[in-house]
């Protein structure tokens, strides 16, 4: 499975951007998928979950209300619309696959990872 993220760019506080993370090479509807975040000199950190058909999503404490993490099964497709940035949304993103049909929230959890997109909000 190979998974390619991108929509990252510069934005400023309060302004939205939508990611979004293609797939290809497995079954991509029977998984689940994540997005996760690290910014300069921090830990990779958790941001959002889904499960394999979108009925079921889960969001770190820091996004949500602010985040929506969606799929579109027939485009391979997993996006994570971010209103409201925050300078502190600052970070590199990364789409992660579980070969699972629930979402998990922890790293080890997920098996394949996107290359990452840059997220710059300035304050």
């Known amino acids: 499975v190979q998974l390619q993220a991108f929509g990252g760019g510069l934005v400023q506080t309060g302004d939205s951007l939508r990611l979004s993370c293609a797939a290809s090479?497995?079954?991509?509807?029977?998984?689940?998928l994540g997005w996760f975040r690290q910014a300069a000199g921090k830990e990779r950190e958790f941001v959002a979950a889904?499960?394999?058909?979108?009925?079921?999503?889960y969001y770190a404490d820091s996004v949500r209300g602010r985040f929506t993490i969606s799929r579109d099964n027939a485009k391979n497709t997993v996006y994570l619309q971010m209103n409201s940035l925050k300078h502190e949304d600052t970070a590199v993103y990364y789409c992660?696959?579980?070969?699972?049909?629930?979402?998990?929230?922890?790293?080890?959890?997920?098996?394949?990872w996107g290359q990452g997109t840059q997220v710059t909000v300035s304050s």
């Open positions: 992660a696959l579980r070969r699972s049909v629930s979402w998990a929230n922890t790293e080890t959890q997920f098996n394949y």
């Open positions: 090479g497995g079954t991509f509807s029977s998984y689940a």
């Open positions: 889904i499960n394999y058909n979108g009925g079921s999503t």
